[in-house]
T-cell receptor, first 115, second 113 residues
Framework: AQTVTQSQPEMSVQEAETVTLSCTYD???????LFWYKQPPSRQMILVIR??????QNATENRFSVNFQKAAKSFSLKISDSQLGDAAMYFC????????????FGKGTHLIIQP | DARVTQTPRHKVTEMGQEVTMRCQPI?????VFWYRQTMMQGLELLAY????????DSGMPKDRFSAEMPDATLATLKIQPSEPRDSAVYFC???????????FGEGSRLTVL
């Protein structure tokens, strides 16, 4: 079974600075999807960014980018120019490309933005 | 603006009562998932449907939980009888395979006294 590990229960960053959230995963598959979801206090799960394992290029969405290292099974999220609205729980998630099962989530990282 | 709709948003009930949570997936999506979120266990997959057929409910306590999709616009998760350990936030999510991306509802917060 796949597992997703987020080793940082909590991170803090000053507003306007850059922060990187770590995620590692374990799988024997070669084709899969990786995601970062954001959960603000409203508890709505919001997709931040997605990466297909077959793509070598790292995904980018505005201030959010990933560092995908397939051999190392690492998928970190970088948030540039941090804003107060970025404060939330961030979950890394894995899904096999075959779709035989749903998303497997990490335990999450609580991101605090210091004004 | 297409979104997954869940009801109720909040539910407080007493132990032993039946609880039914409902979900309207995004029109056109062919997969529906039920997740449970607790502080201790995080996000756990309870059940998964594709084209309304149940594919995986191995994460669900079978003796008290049941999940169904009576039609393409409605998914239900039922707990009977409910227990205090069932207190959690229950999320429904839908997607279109094989894209892989899931869209989540706002969740139903269940408290069992």
């Amino acid at each position: 079974a796949q597992t997703v590990t987020q080793s940082q229960p909590e991170m803090s960053v000053q507003e306007a600075e850059t922060v990187t959230l770590s995620c590692t995963y374990d799988t024997s598959e070669s084709d899969y999807y990786l995601f970062w979801y954001k959960q603000p206090p409203s508890r709505q799960m919001i997709l931040v960014i997605r990466q297909e394992a077959y793509k070598q290029q790292n995904a980018t969405e505005n201030r959010f980018s990933v560092n995908f290292q397939k051999a190392a099974k690492s998928f970190s999220l970088k948030i540039s120019d941090s804003q107060l609205g970025d404060a939330a729980m961030y979950f890394c998630a894995y899904r096999s490309s075959g779709g035989a099962d749903g998303l497997t989530f990490g335990k999450g990282t609580h991101l605090i933005i210091q004004p | 603006d297409a979104r997954v709709t869940q009801t109720p948003r909040h539910k407080v009930t007493e132990m032993g009562q039946e609880v039914t949570m409902r979900c309207q997936p995004i029109l056109g999506h062919n997969t529906v998932f039920w997740y449970r979120q607790t502080m201790m266990q995080g996000l756990e997959l309870l059940a998964y449907f594709r084209n309304r057929a149940p594919l995986d409910d191995s994460g669900m306590p079978k003796d008290r939980f049941s999940a169904e999709m009576p039609d393409a616009t409605l998914a239900t998760l039922k707990i009977q009888p409910s227990e205090p350990r069932d207190s959690a936030v229950y999320f429904c999510a839908s997607g279109f395979d094989p894209v892989g991306e899931l869209f989540f509802g706002e969740g139903s917060r269940l408290t069992v006294l």
